[in-house]
């Protein structure tokens, strides 16, 4: 079965951090750009980063740069989100996704359109 699956959500107080992982199964990751997505309930979704396929370049957006970092092991297929510093107004739901091309992020070849169930990410004291 062809799927992404995004893991490692969860209630983390202001300041502290997490990991997402978004593993690949059915279809190599390597080549492909990807991208992470977020979500609140009754807003845009918003997308926040892209690892490219072709040089590992990244790009962020401004509400998680210097905080955020992306990175792919096409070993393990799997992309991480390292998430530090994490604030009140990161809380949504976390999704990755194959991107095409997303700014500096391209994937090498033609690739489908894909997209994880989603990880809750919640920071609260």
């Known amino acids: 079965q062809v799927q992404l699956v995004e893991s490692g959500g969860g209630l983390v107080q202001p300041g502290g951090s997490l990991r997402l992982s978004c593993a690949a199964s059915?279809?190599?990751?390597?080549?492909?750009?990807i991208g992470w997505f977020r979500q609140v309930p009754g807003k845009e979704r918003e997308g926040i980063s892209c690892?490219?396929?072709?040089?590992?370049?990244?790009y962020y957006a401004w509400s998680v740069q210097g905080r955020f970092t992306l990175s792919r092991d096409n070993a393990k297929n799997t992309v991480y989100l390292q998430m530090n510093s994490l604030k009140p107004e990161d809380t949504a739901v976390y999704y990755c996704?194959?991107?095409?091309?997303?700014?500096?992020?391209?994937?090498?070849?033609?690739?489908?359109?894909?997209w994880g169930q989603g990880t809750q990410v919640t920071v609260s004291s």
């Open positions: 996704a194959t991107v095409q091309n997303w700014g500096i992020c391209r994937s090498v070849d033609l690739v489908p359109d894909y």
């Open positions: 059915g279809f190599t990751l390597a080549g492909y750009a």
């Open positions: 690892i490219s396929g072709s040089d590992g370049s990244t």
